[in-house]
Every structure is written in structure tokens, then in C-alpha cells.
């Protein structure tokens, strides 16, 4: 994943850790104050934050053990890897993909993962290179134009 996700990553574990988690605890010590637990709504909403907010943690602090960054520089630009970006024609349509790790997959702004049907078709292939994907609206072919 990118230095950039990275990033996000630690500063979203960095705020689960010292304002949402406190935030909680704090909730779910104005709740117990209430009384009678077992029919307090808020308490019950406050244990069921706290649970995700540490949940989260633990899936990030894996996520960040496991992630291997990746630069354009350490992209080669003879084929295509996770890392680099590409411009590809389909229908007479030019579009520009970067291929990324699943966590920093988004479609929309034309990052899509290493492991979605698109990705994987990609990988591997050079400038030139016709890859036809299948995909849920049926067969598409796309020629790539250029690997940066």
C-alpha cells in the first residue's frame, strides 16, 4: 500500500486510540451512573461503540503489521505491477487506472485493487498488451496504451 494509506491508517488508529475509545469510556461511565443497566438503552449503544472503536483497532494494528509500502519509483514501467498507473483504451475510451492494494481500492477515482477482475487481468501485462476481462456485464477487451 502507499506511504499515504499508510498514513491515514495511524492517524485513524491514532484517533480511535486517544478521542473515540476516551469518548466511550467516558459514555459508558455516564450511562452506568444511571442506574439500572439492564434497561439502559444509552449504556448498551456506549458498549456496542466501544466494541467496534476496538474492533477497528485491532483489524488497523494488523493491517499496519502486515502492509508493505509501495512507490511509483519502485515500479519498473515495463509491465504492470501494483503501484503503477496505467492508460488503457476500451470502446474507443481512454481511462486511467492505478492498481492498488485491496485497502486503497477506490473504482471511482480509478484505483482499483491488484485483486479485483480488472486488476488481476492487468498484472503482468506490458504496453500493447490486449487483456479481455470478464466481467459481471459480460466479456471486456481492453488495449493497453501506456504503463507509468
Known amino acids: 500500500m502507499t506511504q499515504e494509506k499508510i498514513d491515514q491508517l495511524k492517524a485513524e488508529l491514532s484517533d480511535l486510540q486517544k478521542v473515540t ?3 466511550l469510556a467516558k459514555r459508558i461511565d455516564d450511562a452506568r451512573q444511571m442506574g ?9 449503544a456506549a458498549r456496542e461503540d466501544m466494541a467496534w472503536a476496538q474492533s477497528r483497532v485491532k483489524e488497523i494494528v494488523a493491517i499496519l503489521g502486515n502492509a508493505e509500502v509501495i512507490t ?13 498507473t496505467i492508460i488503457v483504451e476500451s470502446n474507443k ?3 486511467e487506472y492505478t492498481i492498488v492494494g485491496a485497502q486503497e481500492a477506490d473504482p471511482l477515482c480509478g484505483r482499483i485493487s491488484n ?5 488481476k487481468a492487468f ?3 506490458k504496453n500493447g498488451d490486449r487483456v479481455v ?3 459481471p456485464k459480460g466479456e471486456q477487451e481492453y488495449k493497453i496504451l501506456e504503463i507509468k
Do not use: C, M, W
Open 21 to 23: 475509545i476516551a469518548g
Open 36 to 44: 439500572d443497566l439492564s434497561e439502559n438503552a444509552e449504556y448498551h
Open 72 to 84: 511509483v519509483a519502485q515500479t519498473s514501467g515495463k509491465s504492470v505491477e501494483i503501484g503503477a
Open 93 to 95: 475510451v481512454k481511462k
Open 115 to 119: 485483486e479485483s477482475p480488472l486488476g
Open 123 to 125: 498484472l503482468g501485462r
Open 133 to 135: 476481462v470478464h466481467l
